[in-house]
């Protein structure tokens, strides 16, 4: 694989609007590849992607007003310039419901994602920034006919969090679960003045897009799962629950929890651990549970059980075909703590 920085430097988009073209030249792959991706009960080649991908059948479905209906790409381009670093995200978002069809699965679509939006942050754009993974999942929206997360219960069953398209795995493997977007990434550098504690960091791709940003960032993984890219060579090895105990409790600095599957009670053991003062989540905001926890959303369990933390902020994140993803800021209420 080429350094992270040079494939940075060497980004000029995607090669002819192909995402698997792009992955194989970006990370030089060989010609004969046989490396098998895997994502729950998924396992295939990228030559077998390849097949899925060419037979035209990843395509996502939307009705309106009873009907299946095509979604044209335009309409797909306004849902992913909400997360580009050359637009403000909120007027973004305003104007992709605004130009909305009545009763369309657009305006339904923006309705939602307005709906949850809470955000005191005014973020700059930028014509500068870099983001490969950013790019590649404009690419998978227009290739999986994707126009964003709907209120739909089916999006929040939990059998249905577990099902992939055959790309996705591609994706996280090369970069991760979730696409750090410019305002996400500014948000946790404003907070993150005193350093960063980047938990269960998977390939380090966040860690990495942070420290771009100058952010001082620990990367800390127990190394379970297996990645074919590696943005980073100084990740701690550990039990997260370990490393907190040993560094006073992360005091000072920021929690980062990007995608922590459910797994026993690792989230519930890891919040107890914490003796800092904010918690960044980003995962799912339905009720799939597929993040978290098994039994309730992470906003259920802030509100229930860790009474004396305010969420200060919730902003939409890119999602990926059938998935609907969120960032979540929490911040140590002094006032609660003490009554």
């Not at 637009?87 to 973004?92: C, E, G, Q, R, V």
């Not at 923006?110 to 809470?118: C, G, N």
């Not at 993984?221 to 629950?241: C, F, H, L, P, Q």
Request: hydrophobic letters at 35%; a neutral charge.
């Amino acid at each position: 694989m080429p350094s992270p920085d040079g494939i940075f430097a060497n980004w000029r988009g995607l090669v002819d609007n192909n995402i698997l073209a792009t992955i194989r030249k970006t990370f030089e792959l060989p010609p004969e590849d046989n490396y098998v991706y895997r994502a729950e009960s998924f396992a295939m080649t990228l030559a077998q992607i390849e097949e899925q991908v060419h037979a035209g059948n990843l395509k996502w479905k939307y009705q309106a007003h009873g009907q299946q209906i095509e979604v044209p790409p335009a309409e797909i381009t306004a849902y992913t310039l909400i997360f580009s670093p050359t637009t403000h995200t909120a007027k973004a978002l305003t104007s992709f419901h605004s130009n909305a069809k009545n009763g369309s699965p657009r305006a339904t679509v923006a309705e939602y994602l307005q709906s949850r939006r809470l955000s005191p942050f005014k973020i700059p754009k930028s014509k500068a920034h870099i983001n490969p993974y950013y790019d590649v999942w404009v690419q998978s929206c227009q290739l999986t006919t994707f126009l964003g997360p709907l209120p739909d219960p089916s999006y929040s069953h939990p059998l249905n969090a577990k099902q992939t398209h055959p790309v996705l795995p591609v994706l996280y493997h090369h970069f991760g679960c979730v696409v750090p977007i410019w305002e996400a990434l500014n948000i946790i550098a404003q907070l993150g003045k005193g350093g960063v504690i980047d938990m269960a960091s998977g390939n380090g791709y966040w860690t990495y897009m942070l420290r771009r940003m100058n952010v001082e960032v620990v990367a800390i993984d127990n190394m379970a799962n297996e990645y074919r890219t590696m943005w980073i060579s100084n990740k701690v090895k550990e039990d997260g629950i370990e490393y907190l105990r040993k560094n006073a409790g992360g005091q000072g600095k920021v929690l980062l929890m990007v995608y922590i599957i459910t797994a026993g009670t690792f989230t519930r053991r890891l919040l107890d651990a914490y003796r800092g003062d904010t918690i960044v989540v980003i995962g799912t905001q339905n009720r799939n549970r597929y993040t978290g926890f098994t039994d309730r959303t992470m906003e259920e369990y802030f509100e229930k059980e860790m009474t004396d933390w305010e969420k200060v902020c919730r902003i939409e994140m890119p999602s990926f075909a059938g998935k609907d993803e969120a960032m979540f800021i929490w911040e140590k209420n002094c006032d609660r703590a003490t009554t």
